[in-house]
């Protein structure tokens, strides 16, 4: 199948259905090499993103909590203590109190859900684990936000305590196909990725599950990781287009244009037409002054503040953006019950 065999008409229509493009019509939507003829995908993914999202954004934000001296291998990420020659700021886990304060701040700026991150294979420690069911609870008692967290491949027993003290999302990203897995991540497997998010799904989470892309993986990959992530019926998908670091093995990497992660996004929004896809790292340095577009090409959701370990854009510049855009910020999913800035043990 070629990009002008693709029938939008029909697309279109098992979109609204809720059903996405096959892994063959994804094939030859990624041959697409005229740019001009991405009006015609948008005019679909568009839709689909109108038809499921309505004019809504998800906003998210995140802390990273712990940081740096990670014994993990990944490839892209500056936080591994493998890579000596990168340099990422190196911390133990912030206080559940800092962690609230933060969360209130990301909600004044316009941010609907927040994600605690932590650096390690999986956060084990009984005090960390407190911790950060404190600052869940406090966020979700002060804020009303929709509250995630990063914990790395965390015991499913230790989830259910995560969630039962107020988590509602589990971020965990595949990073990348199965199949370009182990050039990337070099001390845990695909299947431990897996694995923690079909925990995540047991539990009944939210569970937001995405990829790096630019990471020198083809367009096969990325229809790959796109039919896995539907198979395991995540929630929303988080989308980050590299910024290689310095001192890490990508060091020097850079294949995107913003006419790939455009033609990327399009990708997602197609094979799963219902989901919140979010554009997260990279967005300002590779989209550039074609962010406006990525809402055509059908994410429905962008990450606001800085990154885990690079600085993000200005917010006040984010929010000019949907708002010219005719967007809104979905609004929080709960009502706070608390307004002071000390949690709850
Ligand atoms: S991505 Fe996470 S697990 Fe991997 S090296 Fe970085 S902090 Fe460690």
Redesign the pocket.
Known sequence: MRFDDLDWNDILRRGKAGIGISEDEAQALSELEDESKLVQVFSVTNALRQHFKKNEVYTCGITNAKSGA?P???NF?S??AHFKAAESPVYKLKSAETMVAEAQAAQAAGVREFSIVT???ALKKREEIDEVKSALQGIRETTGMQTCASV?LIAPEHLKELQDAGMDAMHHNLETARSFHDQI?ETHSYDDEVETVKAAKKLGMYVCSGGIFGMGENWGHRVELAADLRALEVDSVPLNFLNARPGTPLEGLDELTPFECLKTIALYRLMLPTKDLIVCGGRQIHLQDRQDELFLAGANGIMLGDYLTTSGGETPQDLQLLEDQGLVIRPPPHTPTAPSLAPAK
């Open positions: 990670c993990e291998k990944c990420c936080q591994s650096q390690g294979r790395g991540v």
